[in-house]
C-alpha cells in the first residue's frame, strides 16, 4: 500500500494543497487517513480521484457540481471528455491513473485513442513527453515507486520500438546521414533517444544505437569503425549536474571534427557556454528543426 502526503496530492493532480483541504471539509472529496503519530496520508484512490476530478475542472465543471456524481459517474464523464481531440493534460491524467493501477490495458487504450486521433509523434510530444517529465520529478521526491516508473516506462519503450521497425528505409532521401546514437554509462533512461531513433529513422537517415550505458571506450571504438556523420547521446540521470559539462566538453574534444547533438533534462539545464561542436536539442521540435532544415544544409 502507497501512501501520499497531501504534497504529493498537489505535485501529482496540481490541485493545490490548500485547495484540497477546504474541499476535504467543504465536500468530503476525500478522507485522509492518519499514522499512528497523528500524520495525515492518503491512498492511490484518492489520487485517482483528484486526478479526475482535476481533469473535470478543467472542462469548466463547478466543485459542487462534480461532487453530486457519484464516483462510476465521474470516470465515465472524465472518458468522455478526455476523448476530446488536444486534451492533453486529460490524457495525462490518465496515464498516471493507469501507471498507478498497473492497468496495461487502460494505458494501451489511451494510447491507441490517441494515435489515432493525433498521431503517433503528435502522441509522444504532447502527451507521453510532458508525462515522464513529470513522472522523473515525482519519482525523484519520493510521490511514485519505482515498480510503477519500470512498469510505465516499459509499456512506452515497447511502442517506442514497434514505431521504429515499422520504419521503412527512405530511398528518396539525398541527405543520408549516420547517426550513433549512445547513453553514458550508468544512464539507462533511453525512452528519449529511442523517440530520436524514430524520428531518424522516419527522415531515411542510417542510425547506429549502441543502447544504455555505453563504455566511453566502446563508444570511441565504434566510432572508428563507422565513422558516423553525426553522434547524438541523452542525458537524464547518470550524469550529475555539475559534470554534465564536463562530460560535454569530454565528447567534444574526443570527436572534435564532428557534431555532438546532446539532448535530456541535463542537457537543458546546462547554463555556461558549449564547445563548437556541441549542439543542444532542449525539446523534440527543435530536434525536428534540425532534421528538416539544418541537417539538409
Not at 501529482?12 to 477546504?22: E, G, L, N, V
Not at 504532447?126 to 508525462?131: A, G, N, S
Not at 519520493?142 to 516506462?153: D, K, N, V, Y
Not at 564547445?275 to 532534421?291: A, Q, V
Request: glycine share 4%; hydrophobic share 40%; proline share 3%.
Amino acid at each position: 500500500m502507497i501512501k501520499y502526503s497531501i504534497n504529493d496530492l498537489e505535485k501529482i493532480t496540481d490541485i493545490k494543497a490548500h485547495t484540497i483541504r477546504i474541499w476535504e471539509k467543504r465536500y468530503n472529496v476525500v478522507t485522509p487517513k492518519r499514522t499512528s503519530t497523528n500524520i495525515r496520508y492518503y491512498l492511490e484512490g484518492d489520487v485517482k480521484k483528484l486526478l479526475n476530478i482535476s481533469t473535470l475542472k478543467r472542462y469548466g465543471l463547478k466543485i459542487s457540481d462534480i461532487m453530486k456524481m457519484s464516483y462510476g459517474e465521474i470516470n465515465e464523464k472524465v472518458i468522455e471528455l478526455s476523448s476530446i481531440i488536444g486534451d492533453y493534460d486529460g490524457q495525462i491524467n490518465n496515464l498516471f491513473i493507469s501507471m498507478i493501477e498497473f492497468n496495461e490495458d487502460g494505458f494501451k487504450k489511451i494510447m491507441a485513442d490517441s494515435i489515432l486521433k493525433i498521431g503517433f509523434e503528435k502522441t509522444v510530444m504532447h502527451i507521453l513527453y510532458p508525462f515522464l517529465e513529470k513522472m522523473g520529478i515525482l519519482w525523484q521526491v519520493g510521490s511514485i515507486i519505482p515498480a510503477q516508473e519500470h512498469f510505465i516506462s516499459n509499456l512506452i519503450r515497447q511502442k517506442l520500438l514497434v514505431a521504429i521497425d515499422a520504419q521503412s528505409k527512405s530511398s528518396n532521401n539525398n541527405y543520408e546521414k549516420t547517426f550513433l546514437l549512445f547513453l553514458p554509462e550508468d544512464e539507462f533512461h533511453e525512452l528519449g533517444i529511442l523517440f530520436n531513433k524514430y524520428l531518424l529513422k522516419k527522415h531515411g537517415h542510417k542510425v547506429i544505437y549502441l543502447g544504455q550505458s555505453t563504455p566511453f571506450k566502446d563508444l570511441i571504438q565504434t566510432q572508428k569503425i563507422i565513422n558516423a556523420d553525426y553522434l547524438l547521446t541523452h542525458l537524464v540521470t547518470a550524469v550529475v549536474p555539475y559534470k554534465a559539462c564536463e562530460y560535454i566538453e569530454n565528447i567534444s574534444k574526443t570527436f572534435p571534427d564532428k557534431t555532438i547533438l546532446v539532448t535530456g533534462k541535463q542537457a537543458c539545464d546546462v547554463k555556461s557556454d558549449t564547445p563548437k561542436n556541441i549542439l543542444i536539442i532542449r525539446n523534440s521540435n527543435e530536434f525536428k528543426k534540425f532534421l528538416n532544415h539544418t541537417i539538409k544544409i
